[in-house]
């Protein structure tokens, strides 16, 4: 903070300095407020205020922020807001993203809590499922599954998938994903049972969110 208050107080000598030499040129003095041209003010003074970085090594992120995804009685997808903090990458610069993609899937394969479930809310990844991050790379997550589909019936393996990519594309730096198993890329069915190994967006299950967008409350 003290870099900024020497900023303050040497604008406000450089202020200081311009009305004491209008004054000496016989500028009349006006008690009123003026609007002053941008160009006449000090460099740095109009600068935007940077954003301040949340502590324990974590990044505020923007925007609405990471989401799990679970399912209404009526079967349609809604978000749930998650805290997921995004930590900073060892030895790099910038967040660590994978990590946030990480924590974030844990908390989708967790399930809803006690009180999501209260209103409704459920989820078709069975308890068997694990969800991991297996890479991200120029905004494709690479997510390993395992046991997505086991004991599911097929008209609900598309609301499965959904809820992973919808999940997945709300973390910071996640623009597509890629399910994958033992490595392998996996062909997964998209809302009109096509099926498709390419990567999955959040607009491909735009037909599966509820347009209420928020859970229904508590009965």
Do not use: H, K, W
């Amino acid at each position: 903070m003290r870099p900024r208050v020497v900023q303050v107080l040497a604008a406000g000598a450089l202020a200081a300095g311009v009305l004491a030499a209008a004054g000496a040129c016989g500028t009349p003095a006006d008690e009123q407020a003026r609007a002053i041209a941008s160009a006449e003010v000090p460099y740095g003074l109009l600068a935007p205020e940077q954003p301040s970085t949340a502590g324990d090594g974590a990044t505020a992120t923007s925007g609405p922020g990471p989401r799990a995804y679970f399912l209404t009685t009526g079967q349609l997808l809604v978000p749930v807001a998650v805290p997921v903090a995004v930590p900073a990458a060892a030895g790099a610069p910038g967040p660590d993203e994978a990590a946030a993609l990480g924590a974030l899937l844990q908390r989708l394969g967790a399930g809803p809590d006690e009180g999501e479930r209260a209103r409704g809310l459920a989820s078709a990844l069975g308890p068997d499922v694990a969800l991991g991050v297996e890479g991200l790379r120029e905004g494709v997550a690479r997510i390993a599954v395992d046991g997505l589909g086991d004991n599911l019936a097929v008209d609900r393996l598309p609301l499965a998938v959904a809820q992973v990519v919808l999940t997945a594309t709300s973390a910071p730096g996640v623009q597509a994903v890629q399910l994958v198993r033992e490595g392998q890329v996996l062909e997964v069915p998209l809302p009109g049972g096509q099926r498709t190994a390419e990567p999955l967006r959040a607009g491909d299950y735009a037909s599966l969110r509820d347009p209420r967008g928020a859970p229904p409350p508590a009965s």
